[in-house]
T-cell receptor, first 114, second 115 residues
């Protein structure tokens, strides 16, 4: 069965410094992977997705993620944090059952300090 | 503007009452989904529907019911059988082309509180 583990429940950075949100996945096949962002009391917005094309995926708002099969990781990065990046981030894997069922990680709350 | 609307944004219910959450999309998406979100947890799938008049249980369907009479609409009823209904409920939709599904788009959510 597919699963996803977000290694940090909270991450705190200063504005202008790099962001790293870590995600490991478990899958018996080549998965589709996603990062979504959720601002307080809002719905989720897709940041980026990996679907077996380029292993380095660029998303919106300067975020990118690298698919590393050997490490079963899909970490999210951004070179320079902005105050507006403060939110909850979810790493997500497609469960492979053919019905687009998504399996969500528990989330990482990113705090950005001035 | 195309998108997904959920209403109401906040909903209060007394114990023992059924309540229906609305989800409407004008994206012409085939598939629709309902998720539940609890504090400190990821989203969990309640029900999903690939086409009109068809839907399947997700991981936590007990105490919930849905209908899919129109492509644009996928209402969720939280019944009195749901033991702990207080949560944030999110609706999503996606394109389906054959067996291929594309990323899910989410509505703004409904926060349900049972008093």
């Amino acid at each position: 069965a597919q699963s996803v583990t977000q290694l940090d429940s909270h991450v705190s950075v200063s504005e202008g410094t790099p962001v790293l949100l870590r995600c490991n996945y478990s899958s018996s096949y080549s998965p589709s992977l996603f990062w979504y962002v959720q601002h307080p009391n809002k719905g989720l917005q897709l940041l980026l997705k990996y679907t077996s094309a380029a292993t380095l995926v660029k998303g919106i708002n300067g975020f990118e993620a690298e698919f590393k099969k050997s490490e079963t990781s899909f970490h999210l990065t951004k070179p320079s944090a902005h105050m507006s990046d403060a939110a909850e981030y979810f790493c997500v894997v497609d469960d492979g059952g053919g019905y687009n069922k998504l399996i969500f990680g528990a989330g990482t709350r990113l705090a950005v300090h001035p | 503007d195309g998108g997904i609307t959920q209403s109401p944004k906040y909903l209060f219910r007394k114990e023992g009452q059924n309540v229906t959450l609305s989800c409407e999309q004008n994206l012409n998406h085939d598939a629709m989904y309902w998720y539940r979100q609890d504090p400190g947890q990821g989203l969990r799938l309640i029900y999903y529907s690939q086409i009109v008049n068809d839907f399947q249980k997700g991981d936590i369907a007990e105490g919930y019911s849905v209908s899919r009479e129109k492509k644009e609409s996928f209402p969720l009823t939280v019944t009195s059988a749901q033991k702990n209904p207080t949560a944030f409920y999110l609706c999503a939709s996606s394109i389906a082309v054959g067996l291929l599904f594309y990323e899910q788009f989410f509505g703004p959510g409904t926060r349900l509180t049972v008093l």
